[in-house]
């Protein structure tokens, strides 16, 4: 599978974006999928992700009711809704597949658990 996300750019503070990643090529609909997101100088940090089938979300608590994760599995698609923006969520956002369609225990968390990464899209928020 290709993952290609986008909709970054840049943005004042309180704004909104939606960023998209289309995957092309299989397994895509069985798999949980994730965003996470990198600024400079510091570590890759999870921000999102949602199982197959979108019966589960999971947010940290940085972004937690600022931020939505949702899928269209008909369109190969997956999105996230960023609400409130501040500049502290300035990063490039990378959309990643599961291995699995579920997640067990919290480990969303763990890079380790994704097998494709898309290039990123950078979002920029100025204060």
């Known amino acids: 599978v290709q993952l290609q996300a986008s909709g970054g750019g840049l943005v004042q503070a309180g704004g909104s974006l939606r960023l998209s990643c289309a995957a092309s090529?299989?397994?895509?609909?069985?798999?949980?999928m994730s965003w996470f997101r990198q600024a400079p100088g510091k570590e890759r940090e999870f921000v999102a992700a949602i199982t197959w089938s979108s019966d589960s979300t999971y947010y940290p608590n940085s972004v937690k009711g600022r931020v939505t994760i949702s899928r269209d599995n008909a369109e190969n698609m997956v999105y996230l809704q960023i609400n409130s923006l501040k500049p502290e969520d300035t990063a490039v956002y990378y959309c990643?597949?599961?291995?699995?369609?579920?997640?067990?225990?919290?480990?969303?968390?763990?890079?380790?658990?994704?097998?494709?990464w898309g290039q990123g899209t950078q979002v920029t928020v100025s204060s």
């Open positions: 990643a597949r599961a291995t699995t369609g579920y997640y067990y225990g919290s480990d969303y968390y763990l890079p380790d658990r994704y097998d494709a």
């Open positions: 090529g299989h397994p895509f609909s069985t798999r949980g």
